[in-house]
């Protein structure tokens, strides 16, 4: 028997299963089994997932579509969909940028992107500075705490609504709201947790809803005034997709954040001799944030709609399939970042050249900022605390947005 013929009676044999017992808890291993039984695997649950470097970068940037209409009529997704969600509507009608392609994509990305330029972000961290030795004071008086609850999730929802300008409101139901709708990321939900999802996503509209209210009557110096008040060739934002922009920066703006700054730390305290060369090194950090974001992704999966027939080796993916790029098996790919593709190396060269931020037109708009608060917030714990040890780590079960729940650890 061939290699070529082996080969592809063990792709034919090879499912990948995202729901396998200890998947959220380690998916890495799954992904290294995939990249070598069937890198570009069609799933019987109805898409399509690729595993590789080339292939998925190839993908982000190929023009295919996010508008989940393009999927084919007759596709399993589509039928669970219906299922679930009938024709009521849900995460805004897929009026937020990230669920739109160009030309409306563009508009609406143009409208926020000013607020996330570098030269934006850099003056904003003189007061993530001050957040994070707040929380560290903090920190050091308790002497053990679970670092997401603490750090983790306040540092990214604190800059996010001072951007915005909003009004307090209750962070711990936002949260708790925002970790169901991000549930909608994933490949595959049941129908019961897709009911759940659209329940959060309209309580979320109301409350995004009550802030662009508010903010109409108290216009200041902030991206929600912008937002309300920008015009974009004589066209301005309809109320419902302001509604869909500041549910995105919000959820954007902390869920992934807060897996990277937990997820990062935790790495950190599994791997010492990293940790010591963070310490000893603290012109490493900026580098140990881009190889932290290779090394566990704080988003695992992006996708895209395929416009028509799409060709990725010797595989042929109709026209209308829903495909997944898999960030997290790309960025450990041993053919691109070579044999120690799954070690943490905070010196790596080459760290930038991860997909966890996407790549094309919908590259992360708030990688700048997410690359700040997390070089900022994992840098100055770890050389507070010499002692920083860990106590326990639960994660939070999700396959795509995945990260700690709870990080418990000791200073």
């Known amino acids: 028997m061939t290699d070529s013929a082996l080969t592809s009676d063990v792709a034919a044999d090879f499912v990948f299963d995202p729901f396998a017992d200890g998947f959220t808890d380690d998916p890495y291993p799954h992904y290294e089994h995939l990249r070598a039984a069937d890198p570009v695997h069609e799933s019987p649950l109805g898409f399509w997932i690729l ?19 393009h999927i084919a009529p007759g596709s399993p997704l589509r039928a669970i969909n219906q299922e679930a969600y009938g024709d009521r509507p849900r995460r805004m009608d897929g009026l937020s940028m990230l669920d739109k392609d160009p030309p409306d994509h563009t508009r609406l990305r143009r409208l926020v992107s000013k607020a996330f330029t ?4 850099n003056r904003l961290e003189p007061r993530v500075t001050a957040l994070v030795d707040e929380v560290l004071d903090r920190i050091a008086e308790a002497g053990q705490v679970d670092l997401v609850a603490e750090l983790a999730f306040p540092l990214p929802f604190a800059v996010i609504s001072e951007m915005l300008g909003t009004p307090e409101v209750d962070h711990l139901r936002l949260r708790e ?3 169901t709708l991000v549930r909608s990321l994933e490949p595959v939900v049941d129908p019961e947790t897709l009911n759940r999802i659209v329940d959060a996503d309209n309580e979320l509209g109301a409350i995004a809803q009550d802030m662009i209210t508010w903010k109409r009557g108290h216009p200041a110096d902030d991206l929600l005034s912008a937002l309300i008040a920008a015009e974009e060739g004589g066209d301005v934002l309809s109320d419902d997709e302001l509604v869909a922009q500041v549910l995105l920066l919000y959820i954007a703006g902390h869920e992934t954040t807060v897996n990277l700054i937990g997820g990062g730390v935790l790495a950190l305290l599994r791997n010492p001799d990293a940790l010591a060369l963070l310490r000893e090194r603290p012109d490493l950090a900026g580098n140990a944030v881009e190889e932290l974001l290779r090394y566990d992704s704080p988003v695992q999966m992006s996708r895209r709609i395929t416009l028509e027939p799409y060709r990725v080796r010797d595989r042929e993916i109709p026209a209308g399939s ?28 080459n760290a930038r050249q991860h997909v966890s931020f996407g790549a094309g037109v919908h590259h992360c708009l708030g990688a700048a900022l997410a690359r700040m608060e997390a070089r900022i917030a994992i840098s100055r714990l770890v050389r ?11 994660w939070n079960g999700r396959i795509n947005l995945r990260g700690p729940e709870t990080l418990t650890v000791s200073v």
Request: one cysteine or more; proline letters at 5%; a negative charge.
């Open 51 to 69: 595993a590789d470097y080339e292939d998925v970068s190839a993908l982000l940037r190929s023009g295919h579509s996010v508008e989940e209409r």
């Open 118 to 121: 570098p030269r934006a972000v």
């Open 177 to 179: 709201l925002s970790g």
């Open 322 to 349: 829903f495909v997944i790029a898999c960030l997290a098996s790309a960025n450990r790919d041993p053919k691109f970042w070579g044999a120690d593709a799954a070690e943490l190396r905070l010196d790596r060269d």
């Open 384 to 394: 507070r605390f010499p002692d920083l040890g860990l106590h326990g780590v639960r």
